[in-house]
């Protein structure tokens, strides 16, 4: 059984779908959790779901595209609780559309919110975590950073970009008890996958072997293993969470 009494985390885009699986679940798990994300409405409900059930959770509200609202937030969060042990970058957005039709600011905008959103928080929130000699960092990238995906130069750039800060900070980091973990889910059944037609959606089924869309639970929990001491000895891995739809 999973123990993370004790822990303080910090997960963004949790104010809905997997991020908010994830906060919840690593709360159930004991951790006290910090939901990152710039919908403050759906964050509070959030916040109440984890405390009706026994746990402690605050909002932060954190536009992970903006560096000064990263800063602000980091600072905010370790005002309040002195650190941040357990980071899961899980904060994405699409903007998918064939290269040719692709404008610069559907590039720009993936990138700053997956990628460099990632990159800039956990900057920010690194020094207690070094100086504590424990942490868990676990970024939240796509079976698609892996395979690559018509339309979504994008987002698979943004999502491969994260498996290299992965693998180069796991490497930074190791030596201080810190390891740097990411989840590539394949299809799950969210916000982000709704928008997709039936057509797509039954195209999709029939290349997973385990026959089935995930849920953000089968993320959430492969989250919290990656952020327990049972993951002590795994750092820079990529746990393809997919149903058999690509095996790396
Ligand atoms: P949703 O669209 O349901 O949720 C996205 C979350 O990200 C929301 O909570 C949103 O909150 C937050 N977010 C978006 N932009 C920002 C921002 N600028 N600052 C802070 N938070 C932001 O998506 P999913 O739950 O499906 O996806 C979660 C992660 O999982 C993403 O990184 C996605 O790429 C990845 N993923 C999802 C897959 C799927 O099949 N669903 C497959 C593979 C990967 P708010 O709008 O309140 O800011």
């Given at each position: 059984?999973?123990?993370?009494?004790?822990?303080?985390?910090?997960?963004t885009?949790?104010?809905?779908?997997?991020?908010?699986?994830?906060?919840?679940?690593?709360?159930?798990?004991?951790?006290?959790?910090?939901?990152?994300?710039?919908?403050?409405?759906?964050?509070?409900?959030?916040?109440?779901?984890?405390?009706?059930?026994?746990?402690?959770?605050?909002?932060?509200?954190?536009?992970v595209a903006?560096?000064?609202?990263i800063?602000?937030?980091?600072?905010?969060?370790?005002?309040?609780?002195?650190?941040?042990?357990?980071?899961?970058n899980?904060a994405?957005?699409?903007?998918?559309?064939?290269?040719?039709?692709?404008?610069?600011?559907?590039?720009?905008?993936?990138?700053a919110t997956n990628l460099t959103g990632a990159f800039l928080l956990?900057?920010?929130?690194?020094?207690?975590?070094?100086?504590?000699?424990?942490?868990?960092?676990?970024?939240?990238?796509?079976?698609?950073?892996?395979?690559?995906?018509?339309?979504?130069?994008?987002?698979?750039?943004?999502?491969?970009?994260?498996?290299?800060?992965?693998?180069?900070?796991?490497?930074?980091?190791?030596?201080?008890?810190?390891?740097?973990?990411?989840?590539?889910?394949?299809?799950?059944?969210?916000?982000?996958?709704?928008?997709?037609?039936?057509?797509?959606?039954?195209?999709?089924?029939?290349?997973?072997?385990?026959?089935?869309?995930?849920?953000?639970?089968?993320?959430?929990?492969?989250?919290?293993?990656?952020?327990?001491?049972?993951?002590?000895?795994?750092?820079?891995?990529?746990?393809?969470?997919?149903?058999?739809?690509?095996?790396?």
């Amino acid at each position: 059984m999973i123990n993370l009494q004790g822990r303080i985390a910090l997960v963004t885009g949790a104010s809905q779908g997997i991020g908010r699986a994830v906060a919840i679940e690593l709360a159930r798990l004991g951790a006290t959790v910090a939901l990152a994300a710039r919908n403050e409405a759906k964050l509070a409900e959030a916040v109440a779901e984890i405390e009706s059930a026994g746990g402690q959770a605050a909002a932060l509200s954190l536009d992970v595209a903006s560096e000064d609202s990263i800063k602000s937030g980091a600072k905010a969060i370790l005002e309040r609780y002195g650190k941040v042990e357990i980071l899961v970058n899980n904060a994405g957005i699409t903007r998918d559309t064939l290269v040719l039709r692709m404008k610069r600011d559907d590039w720009d905008s993936v990138l700053a919110t997956n990628l460099t959103g990632a990159f800039l928080l956990t900057q920010a929130l690194l020094s207690p975590m070094l100086r504590n000699r424990w942490g868990r960092i676990i970024n939240i990238t796509s079976v698609v950073g892996r395979t690559g995906q018509a339309g979504q130069v994008n987002y698979a750039a943004s999502k491969a970009g994260l498996i290299g800060i992965t693998r180069s900070l796991a490497r930074e980091v190791a030596s201080r008890g810190i390891t740097v973990n990411a989840v590539a889910p394949g299809y799950i059944e969210t916000a982000m996958t709704s928008i997709l037609d039936e057509k797509v959606r039954q195209a999709m089924l029939t290349q997973i072997p385990l026959g089935r869309a995930g849920t953000d639970k089968d993320i959430a929990q492969s989250v919290a293993f990656l952020a327990s001491d049972a993951a002590a000895y795994i750092t820079g891995h990529v746990l393809d969470v997919n149903g058999g739809m690509f095996m790396g």
